[in-house]
Nanobody, 115 residues
Framework: QVQLVESGGGLVQAGGSLRLSCAAS????????MGWYRQTPGKQRELVAT???????NYKDSVKGRFGISRDIAKKTIYLQMNSLKPVDTAVYYC?????????WGQGTQVTVSS
């Protein structure tokens, strides 16, 4: 099991940047994969970026080149650096951990990008 706490969301103008953090309650060294998802009202939650325990990353096509996922094992934290933000990036962003096939989620953090 793991508890995940996101932070770093907020309101930013288009073209700006934000960095989201997801702090885990336990070591993330052996967690198979962690990632960021986002959801807007009336739509399904969608994958934004993932990072595996080997450091391999994967991104939604529309954020490639703008977003970067990383992790700090010592701090038990993963990050999502979001640059060149667009209004379409507005959503609630959720942290996710895949532990032995079980999914764990944080409470979410709102990101709002104004035009």
């Amino acid at each position: 099991q793991v508890q995940l706490v996101e932070s770093g969301g907020g309101l930013v103008q288009a073209g700006g940047s934000l960095r989201l953090s997801c702090a885990a309650s336990r070591s993330i060294f052996s967690i198979h994969a962690m990632g960021w998802y986002r959801q807007t009202p009336g739509k399904q939650r969608e994958l934004v970026a993932t990072i595996t325990n080997l450091g391999n990353t994967n991104y939604k096509d529309s954020v490639k080149g703008r977003f970067g996922i990383s992790r700090d094992i010592a701090k038990k934290t993963i990050y999502l650096q979001m640059n060149s933000l667009k209004p379409v990036d507005t959503a609630v962003y959720y942290c996710n951990a895949d532990i032995g096939g079980s999914e764990y989620w944080g409470q979410g953090t709102q990101v709002t990008v104004s035009s």
